[in-house]
């Protein structure tokens, strides 16, 4: 009856044993948390910050057009080497233009600033496919 005890003890500290040395292996580190857990999550949903918005227009190069069926669309090459799909309306470039024409070889962007007086400017910029 003993022995039976001490091998139900032995068999139980050896489960008991096992668990925490797999909670000893998990350990928190507070450094690689991406974001503030203080704040909701919906705080870090797309503010309007992309890679489109993070390089120079002139930085970027068209690859392609995608035409047929549905809104032509528009394949951008980014400095980094990433490719993105743009449609018109997007925004595009540092100074957050957008894309207003995509005809069969380039992609015409609108971008609107203030000038040094605080007026509202608008330049165009074209994006040419390049062969």
């Known amino acids: ?31 690689k948390v991406r974001r503030d857990p203080f704040l909701p999550p919906a705080a870090f949903e797309r503010k309007g910050v992309n890679e489109l ?3 120079e227009l002139n930085e970027m190069s068209l690859v392609a057009v995608l ?14 080497g990433k490719t993105h799909i743009v449609q018109r309306g997007d925004a595009i470039g540092r100074n957050r233009g957008r894309v ?4 069969g070889s380039e992609v015409v962007v609108k971008e609107s600033f203030k000038d040094y007086k605080g007026s509202v400017k608008t330049s165009t910029a074209k994006l040419v496919l390049e062969e």
């Open 53 to 55: 918005t993070s390089f």
């Open 100 to 103: 207003s024409a995509i005809s």
């Open 1 to 31: 009856m003993i022995q039976a005890i001490l091998a139900i003890l032995f068999v139980f500290s050896i489960f008991c044993f096992g668990q925490d040395n797999e909670k000893a292996r998990f350990y928190f580190n507070p450094l």
């Open 67 to 80: 035409s047929g069926m549905g809104a032509a669309k528009a394949m951008i090459l980014l400095p980094n």
